[in-house]
Structures are given as C-alpha cells and as structure tokens.
C-alpha cells in the first residue's frame, strides 16, 4: 500500500499518541515504534528528494523567467500602444466642449480680442499653445488646413499622400479650451490706426484651365482687433529672372506639389511619342530643379527614386533615358550643412547619377531651356543651355503684396525691404497693437519652419502672461485692499516676460537611395553630423513626432507603409 506525505504524518503522528496510552501492551508498542520509524526515515528521505528538486527547479526558473518578462513586456506594450493609439483618434475625432466667447472674463475684466492672419507654422503653432479661454480668437486664412511643408517634396513622386500632410484649421482649433472662430478670406487691407482688417472671401470663382472666372462679385468684410498676430508667411522669390513665373513651377502649396507631378508625367507619355535618341525626347525626359535647399534637393532625390525604383518596371529602360538635373547659384547645395554632410551628398548624387550644377546662375528662361552661366574654377564664366521638359523652382522668399503694403502705413516700417522690422518680443516697429512672425518677417534667424515653429509657441506664452497682466492691472483697481499684493504678482509677471531666443535644433534633408543627412545641435553639445540609412529612419522618425495630429502621423506612416510592399503608383492623377 502507498501512502503520501499526508498520510505519513498523519500515520506517525497518531503512532506517537498510542504509544503513550497505557492500554497499549509494551510489545505492541515496540512493533509500533520500529514501523513509525521506517516511516519517520521514509519522511526525510522524501523531504530531501523534494528540496533537490526544488533546487533544480529554482536553477532552471531564472531562464525561463526571463523570457516571460519580456514576452509579458511585448504583450503589454502592444497593448498600452494600440490603447494609447485608440485613446488619441478618440479625443481628436470627440474633441472636448469649448469655453464660448464672451466680452468679460470670468473675474469680470474685459476679454481683449486677437485676430491670427495665416495657417502656417507661425500661426497654427501660436494658436495651439494659446489659451484661448482668456481672449476671443478669430482666425483668418484663405487656406483651411494646416500643411506639414517638410514632407511636401514627396508628393510629386507619389510616396505620400498630400492629403496626408494636412492638418483642417477648424480640427486645430476645436481642441483649443476656448472656442476659436475660423474664416476663410484672405486679408486684403489692414488699418493700423483703427484696428481694423478688410476681408475678401474669393469662393464663388471658379476655373477653366489656367484662367479664373468670377460668377460674381467677391464677398467682402470688416473685422476689429485689440491684437494682430500677423504670420501670412511668404510667396516664391523669382529675382526678377525673366520666364520663370510663366514656364516654372514652384513648391509651396499642396497644389503646387500634384501640379509637378502632371507635368512630369505629361512630359515622360509626350516623350514616349519621339523616336529614340531624338533631341526632343531628351529634353523631354529632362526633369530640373533650380535651387539647392533642403526642399530642391528633397525633390530631385525623390524623383530620381521614384524613376529607378519604380517607374522602369513599367516603363522599361526609362531609367537610362530619364534625367535629373540639380541647378545651384552656390558653389554648394545645402550650404547651411556641415561640410562633411555636404560631401557625402555630392557623392550620394554622383552615385545615384543626378546631375549636380553647383556655380551655376539661372538667367532667363523659355519654354524649352534654361538659360545659365556658370562660373568656373578659374573664375571666368561659360554659358550653359539646359533643356528641359519638367522645370520646378525652388528658389528663396519674398514678402507678400498684402505685408508690403502693412509696411508702407506704418513710418518705422518704410524702410522695411526684406520682411516686417520686429523686436525681441515680436512686436511689430511702430505699432504697439501688432505682432509678426515667420516668414513675413526680416531678422537674424533663418525663414524656417523651424524659426516659425518656436516664435509661435513664444508668443503664446507671451500673450498668456500679457493676460495675468492685465488681469492684476484691473483686479488693483478693483480691490485697492489688496493693491499691494496684485503688484507683486504683477511684478513677477513681468519678470518672468524674457525676450524671444532662436534654439537651433539641427536640419534634415532626404538624399534618395533610402538615405539622409542630419545636422543636429543639442544643448551645450557641438553639432552632430549624420548619414546613411539609420540617419534615413531617425529623419522618418522626427519628421512623424512634428506632424499635428495623430491622423496625419497614421496616414504617412501607412503611404511609406504601402510604398515599401507595392512601390509607388505610376498613374498621373493619384
């Protein structure tokens, strides 16, 4: 018979009480003494097997508990993300009830009004760090959305969605804590003097090719402000160069981006047509940028991966016939970069074999070539003739009709060629009333997205602080008991008011073939120059954490999604 561990000791234990009873005969007891302690010897010997095979199992449990850690640490990182991911898409499709706009705050000071002009990095940065419960904001833009302009020169080639990369104002203003007012219209005059601004809604005209035709007369509106904050941006600069508002096409807009892509591929079926070899064919399947900034050399990268990566299965040998051509007035592109990335980006291009013109000025241009002099290392200068089918200008900036003419009501502004005059705390030169940002203005910073990015979050800080002071100015007077202590507050306020300080955070700039260059700063570090395919994954990665909202971050990391298993579409309109 087999007995457990249980019954053992049980079986032991009742033997210890019998044979203390005194009805139990002494040699009997002697007989229970001699089985109770086999029994006893059988216990400790089971206790022994049972400990050594504890301590196996102990040895054995460190490597299997590592794996569990980390497979319980996958599953719930999966988890926490695609909950955190649901989380996000709900409060930005549900976004929160608003604080409506009223004429007295709540401690029953008179709520100031503030009129943003623009939709850019500027204004939708401001607008976004701005509390809006403190003031009634009105918002006024003829574009309503928001565009990611960084991811812009992927458009053409089809690797993104410009759908992708823009952001609705009215989305960016819903989540805000006060209610925001959006109009679409396009700022055609400002007064200064009476704080007003006339409007002009255009949406009732329609088009016909190239040419616009107005059904009827356009919409137009006056509206007040205590505040401007002035961030319409910029338009393209051509210099002056004769031809290139006509023939060239420019990369600013979305629009712009789905229009080069057309003409390319009108260019490349209109080629298709000519007998091979032909001088015409070739200038038709000549595809030029002019300009060497991160945004020409994004493009031209991104064409040339879009023609050896994708079109030539289709198109066979279109590869061999297709060209790229980079036109630069500087001896470098990317001249704003480390040397060593610059390099490394001449060598990515002669690589790839993108024709690089670096010394190279435009000077005119038709509707066939471009018309250029280049100066050579000796210093003297050849003129250059190249043909083009596709010709994209991705040259500097210039002030809008609209900011020149602000500039020319307001004396310190005359002078004012290049951009609106502004001081530390982006306060307009000769208006107390109006603040610039961006691109419309002239300062030491660069006119960047970056630039614009951080004067926008300044002034919303600004503008929040503004708030607190006038809030203890009115409460002062309010309650003279309690003067002193709204004074210090105050003061402290004040104090903590600090001019605006450009933090150069480092550049980006795609280079085709899944590579990209990085010139970073961080802090007190010296700068960080960086190329490759990692750099490629860290520029996806940083360009994805800027994007506004989560669904432009989901509909971009599914287009590269959908590039990299089915390549990117070769029809002309998607």
């Known amino acids: 018979m087999m007995f457990g561990r249980s019954s053992l000791r049980s079986i032991s234990a009742f033997g210890k009480i019998c044979s203390q009873r005194a009805f139990i005969g002494?040699?009997?007891?002697?007989?229970?003494?001699?089985?109770?302690?086999?029994?006893?010897?059988?216990?400790?010997?089971?206790?022994?097997?049972?400990?050594?095979?504890?301590?196996?199992?102990?040895?054995?449990?460190?490597?299997?508990?590592?794996f569990n850690f980390f497979f319980k640490a996958s599953v719930f990182s999966a988890v926490a993300f695609w909950g955190y991911l649901t989380w996000k898409v709900y409060v930005e499709t549900n976004p929160r009830n608003q604080k409506p706009q009223s004429e007295l705050k709540?401690?029953?000071?008179?709520?100031?009004?503030?009129?943003?002009?623009?939709?850019?990095?500027?204004?939708i940065s401001f607008l976004s760090k701005l509390d809006t419960t403190k003031y009634n904001v009105t918002i006024v833009s003829p574009r309503n959305y928001f565009l990611f302009t960084p991811l812009l020169p992927s458009v053409p080639s089809g690797t993104i969605d410009a759908r992708s990369i823009c952001d609705a104002v009215r989305t960016i203003a819903r989540a805000t804590p006060g209610?925001?007012?959006?109009?679409?219209?396009?700022?055609?005059?400002?007064?200064?003097?009476?704080?007003?601004?006339?409007?002009?809604?255009?949406?009732?005209?329609?088009?016909?090719?190239?040419?616009?035709?107005?059904?009827?007369?356009?919409?137009?509106?006056?509206?007040?402000?205590?505040?401007?904050?002035?961030?319409?941006?910029?338009?393209?600069n051509t210099f002056g160069i004769p031809g290139i508002p006509e023939n060239a096409s420019f990369l600013k807009e979305s629009n712009d981006a789905t229009a080069v892509r057309q003409k390319l591929f009108n260019a490349i079926e209109a080629a298709r047509l000519l007998p091979e070899g032909s001088s015409e064919r070739a200038r038709l399947m000549n595809f030029v940028v002019?300009?060497?900034?991160?945004?020409?050399?994004?493009?031209?990268?991104?064409?040339?991966?879009?023609?050896?990566?994708?079109?030539?299965?289709?198109?066979?040998?279109?590869?061999?016939?297709?060209?790229?051509t980079l036109i630069e007035a500087m001896p470098n592109v990317l001249a704003s970069f480390h040397p060593r990335l610059i390099q490394y980006t001449k060598n990515i291009f002669n690589e790839q074999g993108v024709d690089l013109r670096n010394n190279t000025m435009v000077k005119r241009v038709d509707d066939r070539n471009v018309y250029c002099s280049h100066r050579k290392p000796d210093g003297s200068q050849e003129e250059v003739t190249i043909p083009y089918g596709t010709?994209?200008?991705?040259?500097?900036?210039?002030?809008?009709?609209?900011?020149?003419k602000l500039a020319s009501k307001i004396l310190e502004q005359k002078t004012a060629r290049r951009g609106l005059l502004v001081d530390d705390y982006l306060k307009l030169d000769g208006d107390d009333y109006i603040f610039a940002l961006g691109d419309c203005t002239f300062t030491t910073n660069p006119p960047t997205a970056q630039v614009a990015h951080q004067e926008g979050h300044f002034l919303a800080e600004y503008f929040n602080k503004l708030s607190q002071v006038d809030d203890y100015q009115y409460l002062a007077k309010k309650e003279p008991e309690r003067a002193e202590k709204y004074s210090q507050k105050l003061e402290r306020v004040k104090k903590s008011m600090l001019p605006f300080k450009y933090n150069h955070q480092g550049s980006l700039a795609y280079i085709g073939s899944d590579r990209a260059v990085a010139d970073l700063s961080w802090g007190s570090w010296s700068t960080v120059a960086l190329g490759g395919s990692l750099t490629f994954l860290f520029w996806r990665t940083a360009y994805v954490s800027m994007l506004l909202g989560i669904k432009s971050k989901i509909l971009v990391v599914t287009d590269w999604l959908k590039v990299s298993i089915f390549g990117r579409d070769c029809s002309k309109d998607s």
């Not at 002697?30 to 095979?53: M, P």
């Not at 008179?110 to 204004?123: C, D, H, P």
């Not at 400002?190 to 007369?217: C, M």
């Not at 010709?391 to 020149?404: D, E, H, M, S």
Request: a positive charge.
């Open 26 to 66: 002494p040699s009997l007891q002697v007989a229970n003494r001699r089985a109770f302690s086999t029994i006893h010897y059988r216990l400790q010997e089971q206790a022994a097997t049972d400990a050594k095979a504890k301590a196996v199992k102990q040895k054995k449990a460190p490597k299997h508990g590592w």
């Open 106 to 123: 709540d401690n029953g000071n008179k709520k100031k009004s503030i009129v943003i002009l623009g939709s850019g990095w500027g204004a």
């Open 179 to 236: 209610e925001v007012k959006y109009m679409e219209a396009e700022a055609i005059d400002i007064d200064p003097k009476a704080k007003s601004i006339q409007l002009e809604h255009n949406s009732q005209r329609f088009s016909i090719g190239d040419a616009f035709i107005n059904n009827h007369e356009p919409i137009r509106t006056t509206i007040d402000y205590d505040y401007l904050v002035y961030a319409v941006g910029a338009t393209v």
């Open 290 to 324: 002019c300009g060497g900034s991160p945004t020409g050399v994004e493009l031209a990268a991104e064409v040339k991966d879009f023609m050896d990566q994708d079109l030539k299965k289709f198109i066979p040998n279109i590869d061999k016939e297709m060209k790229v």
């Open 391 to 404: 010709l994209v200008w991705a040259g500097g900036n210039t002030q809008r009709p609209i900011t020149k």
